[in-house]
C-alpha cells in the first residue's frame, strides 16, 4: 500500500512540476496573446478617425521618430521606416525637418545627439515609466 501511495504522489508531484512550468511559458507571451484578442490601434489611426488631420499628423510624425530611434538602435533599416512612413506623412502634408528625410541625415543628427548626452537623459525616462 505504501509503494503505491508513493508512486502516485511521485506521479501528482511530476505533473505539478510540468504544469508550472506550461503556466510559467504561457505568462511570457501575454502581450503576444493580448494584440491577438484585440489588435493595437495607434493614436494616430484614432486621430485620423476623429477627423482631427493636424493631430493625427503630430502623432504620426512621433510614431515615425520611435521608429527611425528603434531602427537606428536595432541596428535595423531605417530607409525601410523612411519609405514606409514617407506616403502617409506626405499624405497628412507634414513638414519634416532634414534630419528626418534620410537615412545619412538622420544618423549624423542622431549621434550628434546621442554625444552630447540629449539620449541618455531620454532614455533614463522612457525606463522609468
Known amino acids: 500500500m ?18 508550472f512550468f506550461k503556466v510559467w511559458a504561457m505568462c511570457n507571451h501575454v502581450q503576444q496573446i493580448n494584440e491577438k484578442i484585440s489588435p493595437a490601434v495607434s493614436n494616430a489611426a484614432l486621430l485620423m478617425l476623429a477627423g482631427d488631420k493636424e493631430k493625427a499628423g ?23 521606416v523612411i519609405d514606409k512612413y514617407s506616403p502617409i506623412l506626405a499624405e497628412l502634408e507634414v513638414e519634416l525637418p532634414e534630419h528626418l ?22 532614455i533614463s525616462r522612457i525606463w522609468k515609466n
Not at 502516485?8 to 505539478?16: D, F, G, K, R
Not at 502623432?59 to 525601410?80: C, G, H, N, P
Not at 528625410?101 to 537623459?121: D, H, P, Q, T, V
Open 101 to 122: 528625410k534620410s537615412e545619412s541625415a538622420f544618423n549624423k543628427y542622431y549621434g550628434k545627439c546621442r554625444s552630447l548626452g540629449i539620449e541618455s537623459m531620454h
Open 2 to 19: 505504501e509503494i503505491l501511495f508513493a508512486v502516485i504522489s511521485l506521479a501528482s508531484s511530476v505533473l505539478a512540476i510540468i504544469l
Open 58 to 80: 503630430d502623432a504620426v510624425k512621433i510614431e515615425y521618430v520611435k521608429k527611425l530611434r528603434m531602427a537606428y538602435l536595432t541596428d535595423s533599416s531605417i530607409q525601410a
